[in-house]
Every structure is written in structure tokens, then in C-alpha cells.
């Protein structure tokens, strides 16, 4: 059988990545593209498949992987936008319009964190799973939810790095979050991390390390029996940096049960495959961005 062939961008803070393939063992071409300005950074990322689609065929759909917020409602006048964000020049910028009218082909669009939910669901930690959730802890945290299926959206889409956590008892750093201080993003994310210890996850050793790690798990935890309990997910997977902190996830897993408190009870949240390691990696994204491509080529898509 014949492999489709897509495109997938994924928009960073500070790359671009482009690919064309089908799936994560299939993939024939790749670049990465600093992000400098809008129209600069699109124009290579044009180039890039135009010189793809001369030398190796067309593409049936493109999925780009963005960071955001983005407007996602397909309703909306700005849908296919980026809306206000930090990165300077991104604010108001639309991603969707110039790369359909440009490459002439089906777009998909959603954040990069819903995308690598996706790739993980179909080819990762998550794979045959109707409903779970993937979760990146880095520089901020990020959460995916699938549902019966279905990447959740509704009014934009969902913000769970920003759930409150009850503070741990005598914890007195302010936080780290721009927006809520002491939120789950502001209390756990790499940036938190290097905010309380002077320095980032990746350096910290001894001592140090370890209280960092119980600290960590305890938030998370805390961040994700809100999710067990909203969402209800048979799986939370969890990807980013600092994830990759030595023995973070046995403390984490322990820390969701202690949480949780025994209710309701279920033996699947005990489990060592609940809470799980991602296993896509740096391909989670970029590959977040072919399932998206496939997607948006199905016949009966809504048209970008
Ligand atoms: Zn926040």
C-alpha cells in the first residue's frame, strides 16, 4: 500500500520544524527554521515544501503544530490565528490562510500540545486509547486531553497547566506564572523550577535533586487529580524535560494515589501503566502535525 504523504510544521518559541512523511517511521524529509519574524520564517517554511513537492510529489494535506493560544473555533473570523502571545511580532498572525493559499492544499491546525497528544494516541504511550491525556512539563506545562476519541476544544482550548494546586505545607515560593503566581505551571514547570532553586532541573544534584524531585511530584500530582478526576483519562502520559528528572515517576504515580485518597477507588489508578513516560520524544510534535495533516485530507473534513 502506498504511504500517504503529508506535511507537518511544528512552530516553536525558537524553531520551526518542517517534515514531510507519513508516520514516524516514514518520514523522507525534515528541516528545522529559526523562528525570526512572521512573514521571514513562513517564507522558508513555504520554501521548504515547494522544493519537497518539485522533487518528490505532492502533498495530500499539511498539519501545523503551533505554540499559541490560537483561535481553533472554525467559526471565527481570526480561526487559523495565533491571538496574543509574549513571542514579540506572533500576536494576530495567521498561520492557516497563507499556507493553504500558498501550497494549494488542506490544512490542519491545532496547538502543538494537542498534536503531540495525537501522535502519542496513534503511534506512542497512548496508542488504541479512546480517552487519556498527555501532559508536557518544560519551560511551562502543557495538557492535551483526548475524549472518546476526539482532541477536547470547545471555547478555545483547554488551559490545565493553570489549575490551582493547594500550596504544599510550608512551601513559601510566590510562583512562577505571569498570570495566577502559584498555578500549577507556576509551581511545577521548568521555569518554576530554576525560579526556586536558582538554577534549572537539569543542575541541580544531591540533596537539592531529590527535594526538587518529591516537591515536583507532589504538584503534579496535585495538578492531575483535578485532571482524573474532570476528564476521567485511562492513561496520563507525561513528556518534556523535566519528566526526565531521575525518578520522578514512581514518586508521582505515589503521590496521584495519595492524592486521589482512595476515591473512587479504582485499581487502574494504582496501576504502573496509568501514569506513564511519553515515548515519542522530539517527534511528538512534529508528527502531532501529520496525524493533523491526515486528518484534515479525510474526505468529509470540515475545509480549513
Ligand atoms: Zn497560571
Known amino acids: 500500500m502506498k504511504l500517504a504523504r503529508f506535511g507537518a510544521v511544528e512552530a516553536g518559541g525558537t524553531n520551526v520544524i518542517c517534515m514531510v512523511g507519513s508516520d514516524p517511521d516514514h518520514i523522507v524529509a525534515r528541516t528545522r527554521i529559526p523562528t525570526g519574524r512572521p512573514t521571514e520564517t513562513l517564507g522558508e517554511v513555504f520554501a521548504f515544501f515547494q522544493h519537497e513537492v518539485s522533487v518528490g510529489g505532492p502533498l495530500a494535506a499539511i498539519g501545523i503544530a503551533s505554540f499559541g493560544p490560537l483561535e481553533l473555533r472554525r467559526s471565527h473570523p481570526r480561526y487559523g490565528f495565533i491571538r496574543k502571545t509574549p513571542?514579540?511580532?506572533?500576536?494576530?498572525?495567521?498561520?492557516?490562510?497563507?499556507?493553504?493559499?500558498?501550497?494549494?492544499?488542506?490544512?490542519?491546525?491545532?496547538?502543538?500540545?494537542?498534536?503531540?497528544?495525537?501522535?502519542?494516541?496513534?503511534?506512542?504511550?497512548?496508542?488504541?486509547?479512546?480517552?487519556?491525556?498527555?501532559?508536557?512539563?518544560?519551560?511551562?506545562?502543557?495538557?492535551?486531553?483526548?475524549?472518546?476519541?476526539?482532541?477536547?476544544?470547545?471555547?478555545?482550548?483547554?488551559?490545565?497547566?493553570?489549575?490551582?494546586?493547594?500550596?504544599?505545607?510550608?512551601?513559601?515560593?510566590?510562583?512562577?506564572?505571569?498570570?495566577?503566581?502559584?498555578?500549577?505551571?507556576?509551581?511545577?514547570?521548568?521555569?518554576?523550577?530554576?525560579?526556586?532553586?536558582?538554577?534549572?532541573?537539569?543542575?541541580?544534584?544531591?540533596?537539592?535533586?531529590?527535594?526538587?524531585?518529591?516537591?515536583?511530584?507532589?504538584?503534579?500530582?496535585?495538578?492531575?487529580?483535578?485532571?482524573?478526576?474532570?476528564?476521567?483519562?485511562?492513561?496520563?502520559?507525561?513528556?518534556?524535560?523535566?519528566?526526565?528528572?531521575?525518578?520522578?515517576?514512581?514518586?508521582?504515580g505515589a503521590a496521584c494515589l495519595d492524592a486521589l485518597a482512595g476515591y473512587p477507588g479504582l485499581p487502574e489508578h494504582a496501576a504502573d501503566e496509568f501514569i506513564v513516560p511519553a515515548t515519542l520524544g522530539s517527534l511528538a510534535g512534529p508528527t502531532g502535525g501529520l496525524v493533523l495533516a491526515d486528518h484534515a485530507s479525510q474526505p468529509g473534513a470540515v475545509p480549513s
Not at 93 to 116: E, I, Q, Y
Request: hydrophobic share 45%; net charge negative; glycine share 16%.
Open 87 to 252: 513571542k514579540p511580532g506572533w500576536s494576530d498572525v495567521d498561520m492557516v490562510g497563507p499556507v493553504r493559499s500558498t501550497l494549494g492544499v488542506p490544512v490542519g491546525f491545532d496547538t502543538d500540545v494537542n498534536a503531540a497528544a495525537l501522535a502519542e494516541g496513534r503511534w506512542g504511550a497512548a496508542r488504541d486509547l479512546k480517552t487519556f491525556v498527555y501532559m508536557t512539563v518544560g519551560t511551562g506545562i502543557g495538557v492535551g486531553a483526548v475524549v472518546e476519541g476526539r482532541i477536547l476544544h470547545g471555547l478555545g482550548h483547554p488551559e490545565m497547566g493553570h489549575l490551582s494546586v493547594p500550596r504544599h505545607s510550608g512551601d513559601d515560593f510566590a510562583g512562577h506564572c505571569p498570570f495566577h503566581g502559584d498555578c500549577l505551571e507556576g509551581m511545577a514547570s521548568g521555569a518554576a523550577i530554576a525560579a526556586r532553586w536558582g538554577r534549572p532541573a537539569e543542575q541541580l544534584d544531591g540533596d537539592e535533586l531529590r527535594a526538587a524531585v518529591e516537591l515536583e511530584a507532589t504538584y503534579l500530582a496535585a495538578g492531575l487529580r483535578n485532571i482524573v478526576y474532570a476528564i476521567a483519562p485511562q492513561r496520563i502520559v507525561i513528556g518534556g524535560s523535566v519528566a526526565e528528572l531521575p525518578g520522578l515517576f514512581p514518586l508521582v
